[in-house]
Protein backbone atom coordinates (compact mmCIF):
# COMPACT_ATOMS: atom_id res chain seq x y z
CA UNK A 1 0.00 0.00 0.00
CA UNK A 2 1.51 3.25 -1.35
CA UNK A 3 0.47 6.80 -1.40
CA UNK A 4 2.50 9.64 -2.98
CA UNK A 5 5.81 9.46 -3.76
CA UNK A 6 7.90 12.73 -3.41
CA UNK A 7 11.64 13.93 -4.42
CA UNK A 8 12.35 15.06 -0.64
CA UNK A 9 10.84 14.35 2.53
CA UNK A 10 10.04 17.03 5.14
CA UNK A 11 9.23 16.38 9.03
CA UNK A 12 5.63 17.67 8.52
CA UNK A 13 4.68 14.93 5.64
CA UNK A 14 2.92 11.94 7.09
CA UNK A 15 5.22 9.18 6.97
CA UNK A 16 2.90 7.06 4.13
CA UNK A 17 4.27 9.73 1.47
CA UNK A 18 7.93 8.09 0.66
CA UNK A 19 10.40 9.27 -1.75
CA UNK A 20 10.61 7.95 -5.51
CA UNK A 21 14.45 6.85 -4.86
CA UNK A 22 12.45 4.56 -1.85
CA UNK A 23 10.16 3.23 -4.88
CA UNK A 24 12.67 2.40 -7.13
CA UNK A 25 14.48 0.50 -4.45
CA UNK A 26 11.61 -1.70 -3.84
CA UNK A 27 10.29 -2.26 -7.06
CA UNK A 28 13.91 -3.11 -7.97
CA UNK A 29 14.06 -5.81 -5.11
CA UNK A 30 10.65 -6.89 -6.31
CA UNK A 31 12.10 -7.94 -9.80
CA UNK A 32 15.68 -8.59 -8.44
CA UNK A 33 13.50 -11.46 -6.28
CA UNK A 34 11.22 -12.88 -8.69
CA UNK A 35 8.03 -11.36 -8.04
CA UNK A 36 5.16 -11.41 -10.52
CA UNK A 37 2.38 -8.55 -10.00
CA UNK A 38 -1.47 -9.22 -9.96
CA UNK A 39 -5.06 -7.59 -10.22
CA UNK A 40 -6.94 -8.15 -7.13
CA UNK A 41 -9.54 -10.03 -10.00
CA UNK A 42 -6.61 -12.39 -10.25
CA UNK A 43 -6.52 -13.32 -6.76
CA UNK A 44 -8.97 -16.48 -6.45
CA UNK A 45 -6.84 -18.29 -9.04
CA UNK A 46 -3.40 -17.68 -7.65
CA UNK A 47 -4.66 -19.18 -4.61
CA UNK A 48 -6.02 -22.02 -6.49
CA UNK A 49 -2.57 -22.35 -8.28
CA UNK A 50 -0.80 -23.79 -5.11
CA UNK A 51 2.40 -23.05 -7.26
CA UNK A 52 5.38 -23.44 -4.14
CA UNK A 53 7.61 -21.41 -6.26
CA UNK A 54 5.00 -18.97 -7.55
CA UNK A 55 5.81 -15.24 -5.83
CA UNK A 56 2.53 -12.51 -6.60
CA UNK A 57 2.03 -9.12 -4.88
CA UNK A 58 -0.67 -6.99 -5.78
CA UNK A 59 0.84 -3.33 -6.07
CA UNK A 60 -1.49 -0.74 -4.45
CA UNK A 61 -1.83 3.21 -4.35
CA UNK A 62 -4.93 5.12 -2.42
CA UNK A 63 -6.08 8.79 -3.03
CA UNK A 64 -5.28 9.45 -6.56
CA UNK A 65 -1.94 11.73 -6.37
CA UNK A 66 -0.46 13.12 -9.70
CA UNK A 67 3.14 11.92 -8.41
CA UNK A 68 2.06 8.63 -9.18
CA UNK A 69 1.71 9.37 -12.77
CA UNK A 70 4.57 11.26 -12.97
CA UNK A 71 6.91 8.93 -11.06
CA UNK A 72 5.40 5.93 -10.25
CA UNK A 73 4.07 4.53 -13.62
CA UNK A 74 7.59 4.76 -15.43
CA UNK A 75 8.99 2.91 -12.68
CA UNK A 76 6.48 0.20 -13.14
CA UNK A 77 6.57 -0.17 -16.92
CA UNK A 78 10.11 -0.45 -16.00
CA UNK A 79 9.83 -3.76 -14.80
CA UNK A 80 6.65 -4.89 -16.18
CA UNK A 81 4.91 -4.43 -13.02
CA UNK A 82 0.81 -3.27 -12.79
CA UNK A 83 -1.02 -1.27 -10.10
CA UNK A 84 -4.01 -0.66 -8.21
CA UNK A 85 -5.35 2.69 -7.91
CA UNK A 86 -8.29 2.80 -5.35
CA UNK A 87 -9.30 6.56 -6.19
CA UNK A 88 -11.07 9.45 -3.90
CA UNK A 89 -13.14 10.14 -6.27
CA UNK A 90 -14.03 14.19 -4.73
CA UNK A 91 -10.67 15.45 -5.55
CA UNK A 92 -10.22 14.36 -8.99
CA UNK A 93 -9.47 16.91 -11.07
CA UNK A 94 -9.54 19.74 -8.28
CA UNK A 95 -6.51 22.29 -7.90
CA UNK A 96 -5.42 20.87 -4.18
CA UNK A 97 -6.69 18.06 -1.55
CA UNK A 98 -9.10 20.10 0.07
CA UNK A 99 -11.87 18.13 -0.02
CA UNK A 100 -10.37 15.07 1.52
CA UNK A 101 -11.82 14.59 5.21
CA UNK A 102 -10.24 13.42 8.19
CA UNK A 103 -6.41 14.57 6.68
CA UNK A 104 -4.40 17.16 7.42
CA UNK A 105 -3.71 19.37 4.42
CA UNK A 106 0.00 20.39 5.89
CA UNK A 107 0.78 16.40 6.00
CA UNK A 108 0.26 16.15 2.49
CA UNK A 109 2.85 17.08 -0.27
CA UNK A 110 2.83 20.71 -1.43
CA UNK A 111 3.78 20.47 -4.94
CA UNK A 112 1.73 17.34 -5.66
CA UNK A 113 -1.86 17.87 -6.82
CA UNK A 114 -4.71 15.27 -7.69
CA UNK A 115 -4.89 13.50 -10.80
CA UNK A 116 -7.25 14.43 -13.47
CA UNK A 117 -9.63 12.37 -15.04
CA UNK A 118 -7.22 11.94 -18.41
CA UNK A 119 -4.68 11.43 -16.79
CA UNK A 120 -6.76 8.55 -14.85
CA UNK A 121 -7.48 7.35 -18.37
CA UNK A 122 -4.09 7.21 -19.70
CA UNK A 123 -2.96 5.15 -16.80
CA UNK A 124 -6.04 2.92 -17.11
CA UNK A 125 -5.13 2.01 -20.48
CA UNK A 126 -1.46 1.17 -19.56
CA UNK A 127 -2.66 -1.61 -17.33
CA UNK A 128 -3.40 -0.08 -13.79
CA UNK A 129 -6.78 -0.86 -12.27
CA UNK A 130 -8.81 2.25 -11.06
CA UNK A 131 -10.54 1.22 -7.81
CA UNK A 132 -12.58 2.86 -5.97
CA UNK A 133 -11.76 4.51 -2.14
CA UNK A 134 -14.95 6.13 -1.44
CA UNK A 135 -16.36 9.64 -2.48
CA UNK A 136 -14.54 11.60 -0.07
CA UNK A 137 -11.94 9.82 2.04
CA UNK A 138 -15.00 10.19 5.23
CA UNK A 139 -14.12 7.82 7.71
CA UNK A 140 -16.43 4.53 7.16
CA UNK A 141 -16.07 3.03 11.17
CA UNK A 142 -18.24 5.84 11.89
CA UNK A 143 -20.88 6.04 9.54
CA UNK A 144 -24.15 4.22 9.15
CA UNK A 145 -27.11 6.36 6.65
CA UNK A 146 -23.77 7.78 4.63
CA UNK A 147 -22.05 4.42 3.37
CA UNK A 148 -24.07 3.63 1.11
CA UNK A 149 -23.56 6.93 -1.26
CA UNK A 150 -20.25 6.61 -0.46
CA UNK A 151 -19.58 3.37 -1.79
CA UNK A 152 -21.98 3.58 -4.74
CA UNK A 153 -21.56 6.52 -5.95
CA UNK A 154 -17.31 6.92 -6.44
CA UNK A 155 -18.52 3.48 -8.17
CA UNK A 156 -20.64 4.84 -10.82
CA UNK A 157 -18.61 8.19 -11.36
CA UNK A 158 -15.25 6.01 -11.85
CA UNK A 159 -17.37 3.55 -14.40
CA UNK A 160 -18.92 6.47 -16.12
CA UNK A 161 -15.34 8.16 -16.55
CA UNK A 162 -13.68 4.81 -17.38
CA UNK A 163 -16.26 2.59 -18.95
CA UNK A 164 -15.07 -0.33 -17.06
CA UNK A 165 -16.39 -2.06 -14.10
CA UNK A 166 -15.57 -1.15 -10.65
CA UNK A 167 -15.22 -4.20 -8.42
CA UNK A 168 -12.76 -3.40 -5.62
CA UNK A 169 -12.87 -1.43 -2.59
CA UNK A 170 -10.58 0.33 0.16
CA UNK A 171 -12.09 1.67 3.40
CA UNK A 172 -10.61 5.24 3.92
CA UNK A 173 -7.88 4.76 7.07
CA UNK A 174 -8.84 0.99 6.97
CA UNK A 175 -11.90 2.02 8.88
CA UNK A 176 -15.09 -0.44 8.70
CA UNK A 177 -17.57 -1.74 10.76
CA UNK A 178 -20.97 -4.23 10.33
CA UNK A 179 -22.79 -1.89 8.23
CA UNK A 180 -19.45 -0.60 5.72
CA UNK A 181 -18.94 -4.45 5.30
CA UNK A 182 -23.00 -5.14 4.22
CA UNK A 183 -22.84 -1.83 2.03
CA UNK A 184 -19.84 -2.91 -0.47
CA UNK A 185 -21.51 -6.37 -0.56
CA UNK A 186 -24.81 -5.35 -1.44
CA UNK A 187 -22.71 -2.30 -4.02
CA UNK A 188 -21.47 -5.61 -5.64
CA UNK A 189 -17.84 -5.18 -4.77
CA UNK A 190 -15.96 -8.71 -4.95
CA UNK A 191 -13.45 -7.73 -2.78
CA UNK A 192 -12.77 -5.20 0.00
CA UNK A 193 -8.99 -4.35 1.12
CA UNK A 194 -8.02 -3.02 5.05
CA UNK A 195 -4.93 -2.29 6.38
CA UNK A 196 -3.97 -5.05 8.43
CA UNK A 197 -0.65 -6.37 8.35
CA UNK A 198 -0.22 -9.79 7.45
CA UNK A 199 0.13 -11.72 4.10
CA UNK A 200 -3.27 -12.41 2.54
CA UNK A 201 -3.70 -15.92 1.80
CA UNK A 202 -6.28 -18.76 0.46
CA UNK A 203 -7.99 -18.67 4.27
CA UNK A 204 -8.28 -14.72 3.93
CA UNK A 205 -11.58 -12.95 4.24
CA UNK A 206 -11.89 -11.32 0.87
CA UNK A 207 -14.05 -8.35 2.47
CA UNK A 208 -11.24 -7.92 4.84
CA UNK A 209 -7.97 -7.92 2.52
CA UNK A 210 -4.68 -7.21 4.47
CA UNK A 211 -2.21 -5.00 3.03
CA UNK A 212 1.02 -4.16 3.84
CA UNK A 213 1.96 -0.50 4.62
CA UNK A 214 4.75 1.29 3.15
CA UNK A 215 6.16 4.08 4.64
CA UNK A 216 9.25 6.43 5.15
CA UNK A 217 10.63 4.55 7.70
CA UNK A 218 10.93 1.40 5.44
CA UNK A 219 14.89 0.19 4.94
CA UNK A 220 15.24 -2.70 2.08
CA UNK A 221 15.92 -4.86 5.02
CA UNK A 222 12.23 -4.45 6.62
CA UNK A 223 10.58 -3.72 3.38
CA UNK A 224 11.94 -7.27 2.48
CA UNK A 225 10.87 -8.78 6.35
CA UNK A 226 7.12 -7.48 5.20
CA UNK A 227 7.01 -8.63 1.93
CA UNK A 228 8.35 -12.04 2.91
CA UNK A 229 6.78 -12.72 6.14
CA UNK A 230 3.62 -9.89 6.54
CA UNK A 231 5.64 -8.50 9.79
CA UNK A 232 8.24 -6.07 10.57
CA UNK A 233 8.98 -8.19 13.86
CA UNK A 234 7.43 -11.25 15.98
CA UNK A 235 6.15 -8.49 18.03
CA UNK A 236 4.03 -6.91 15.23
CA UNK A 237 3.37 -10.45 14.58
CA UNK A 238 1.93 -11.37 17.42
CA UNK A 239 -0.22 -8.00 17.79
CA UNK A 240 -2.04 -9.10 14.76
CA UNK A 241 -2.65 -13.14 15.81
CA UNK A 242 -4.66 -11.13 18.67
CA UNK A 243 -6.23 -8.64 16.40
CA UNK A 244 -7.01 -11.84 14.00
CA UNK A 245 -9.02 -13.45 16.86
CA UNK A 246 -10.89 -10.39 17.70
CA UNK A 247 -11.80 -9.56 14.11
CA UNK A 248 -12.73 -12.94 13.11
CA UNK A 249 -16.69 -11.96 13.45
CA UNK A 250 -17.28 -8.34 12.79
CA UNK A 251 -19.74 -8.28 15.83
CA UNK A 252 -16.80 -9.11 18.41
CA UNK A 253 -14.72 -6.80 16.12
CA UNK A 254 -17.34 -3.69 16.71
CA UNK A 255 -17.67 -4.24 19.97
CA UNK A 256 -14.36 -4.67 20.87
CA UNK A 257 -13.59 -1.26 19.40
CA UNK A 258 -16.10 0.33 21.85
CA UNK A 259 -14.64 -1.13 24.84
CA UNK A 260 -10.71 -0.46 23.24
CA UNK A 261 -11.23 2.46 21.08
CA UNK A 262 -10.45 4.33 18.12
CA UNK A 263 -7.04 2.58 17.78
CA UNK A 264 -8.93 0.15 16.44
CA UNK A 265 -9.60 -0.52 13.02
Request: charged share 25%.
Amino acid sequence: MYHALVGERNDTLNKVHITVETFKQEMQWLSDNGYQTISLDEIPGAFNRNDPHAKYCIITFDDGYYSLYQHAMPVLQQYNFSATLFLTTIITGEKDFSLLKGIDPDSLPANDRPLTWDEIREMSTKGWEIQSHSLDHADHGNLTEELQRQVTQSKRIIEEQLKKPVLHYAFPFGKYNRQALKAVKEAGYITTCSVHTGLADINSDIYRLPRLEMNCNDVISSFSRKIMDGFTSKTEKLKASVRNLLFASPVIKDLSKKIIGERMN
